[in-house]
């Protein structure tokens, strides 16, 4: 067992933030060997409980739980930053002629370390994640997870029309190769594999049935996709799919929205659309880092409360423009105060972070295994200096309460905030 004195950061059941700002975090084994948090809390009230054992002590310092990108493309690193009219230009000049050059193992293995170092820089402990379609890009992101002891869950995108050569895959073919890479990733160690059809306008109807076939096979096995992101997108997939009630129905209609189907954007709904979200148990991956720079649009926040479906924070690298939490939940408050129909709603702070740690947890289906500092979850936290900036010294020294202290932080934080960060127990390095 290590145990770590320190201020901690964590999230109640209701969503609010709990700091404690003289802590104690305890990890080490469980009854099956699996490296969690044993204790967290109070130092006064807790450290009696453990005679002997030895406290690092990080004074000044703050734990909080590693970070959750609910939505990001390891094979898009390099993307970041290309601008384009929208989502379909976007695409079409840069992404697919990039995505391409992962039919190489090791070029994928190469980009895969260079993606898990910018994950892990910022603090980044749990990734949902788009491949390529190209299946050894599966295997490559894998495989250096594995060995960082990352918690990754991944999958080869589906795309087997409306896709120029070098991405294009062939349909028989994708399904029984993403039903190759569930038998081999997924449920081992902390990985886990994401059935990934790329979005509605790049898959062949029977490519949809099969993709929701392999999700009725496995039902722990997550989905992710694209949805209702572009004005452009949405008229394509309405023209493709018009038997469906919206865009977002067609999924539904391939029986992929579920419980631990994740849905990238959810921009442009209706209150229908909405409640087939919240009635099925799909999730939004709110990501407006992307939805700023490809000028997608807004995501409805006040609508999405209002109706109440699951969504948290995503960075959607590289529609995204940072790999930096702070900067995603920064974007996400500008997003919610313009909101889709005036006047918008001002998330707080403490919503803010949840939605990119506990919240994002509970949307991927994981509650209580990571996105907190609490007994039995996963021993993946990072230590945050405050201070890590003049300015930021300046500020926190100021901050009169929680919202003000992870306000600053949000608004002028980034990698330099993060010292250290824990995976399954062990701390990080980075390779580069
Ligand atoms: N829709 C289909 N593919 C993509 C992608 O790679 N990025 C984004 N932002 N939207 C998509
Ligand atoms: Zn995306």
Redesign the pocket.
Same mark, same amino acid.
């Given at each position: 067992m290590q145990a770590f004195r320190a201020a901690l950061l964590s999230f109640d059941d209701d969503g609010s933030a709990r700091y404690e700002s003289d802590g104690l975090l305890v990890i080490g084994p469980d009854a099956s060997g699996r490296k969690v948090i044993r204790a967290a809390g109070a130092y006064a009230a807790l450290c009696a409980n453990y005679p002997g054992l030895k406290v690092t002590h990080w004074p000044g310092r703050i734990l909080a739980p590693g970070f959750i990108d609910l939505h990001v =493309?390891f094979p898009?690193t390099d993307v970041i930053g290309s601008p384009a009219e929208g989502?379909l230009p976007w695409?079409e000049n840069y992404?697919f002629p990039h995505e391409a050059r992962f039919s190489d193992h090791a070029y994928a293995a190469g980009v895969a370390q260079v993606f898990l170092d910018e994950l892990q820089r910022h603090g980044v402990t749990t990734a949902l994640t788009?491949c390529t379609s190209h299946p050894n890009s599966v295997d490559a992101l894998m495989e250096a997870s594995e060995q960082r002891g990352l918690r990754m869950i991944a999958g080869k995108v589906l795309q087997d029309r409306h896709s120029p050569d070098g991405v294009r895959d062939e349909t028989e073919q994708s399904l029984a190769d993403s039903e190759a890479l569930i038998r081999r990733w997924h449920g081992r160690g902390r990985l886990g594999y994401a059935i990934t059809p790329?979005?509605a306008p790049?898959c062949s109807e029977a490519q949809l049935r099969g993709a929701g076939e392999l999700a009725a096979c496995y039902p722990d096995v997550w989905i992710q996709s694209?949805v209702a992101?572009n004005k452009d997108?949405i008229r394509w997939a309405r023209e493709l799919f018009p038997d469906s009630r919206s865009y977002l129905a067609v999924y539904q209609d391939f029986g992929l929205l579920r419980d631990r189907a994740i849905y990238? =954007?959810c921009i442009h709904f209706d209150d229908e659309d909405r409640a087939l979200m919240r009635d099925t148990g799909a999730a939004a991956a709110v990501?407006p880092t992307?939805n700023l720079f490809?000028g997608s649009g807004f995501f409805d926040y006040e609508a999405a409360r209002r109706v109440g479906f699951k969504h948290a924070l995503a960075s959607?690298v590289g529609?995204g423009t940072s790999f930096s939490p702070f900067h995603t939940m920064l974007a996400a408050y500008y997003v919610a105060r313009e909101g889709q129909t005036k006047p918008g709603i001002s998330l707080s702070p403490q919503n803010l972070w949840w939605q990119h740690t506990a919240g994002a947890a509970q949307a991927l289906g994981l509650d209580d295994v990571v996105g907190n500092l609490r007994a039995g979850c996963d021993a993946d936290f990072i230590v945050m200096n405050p201070k890590a900036t003049p300015l930021l010294a300046r500020k926190t020294t100021h901050a009169r309460d929680l919202d003000e202290l992870l306000f600053s932080l949000i608004v002028l934080g980034d990698d330099r905030v993060i010292e250290q960060v824990y995976a399954d127990g062990a701390p990080l390095t980075l390779t580069a």
């Open positions: =493309h898009q989502l695409l992404t788009f790329r979005f790049s694209h992101e997108e990238a =954007h990501s992307s490809l959607d529609g």
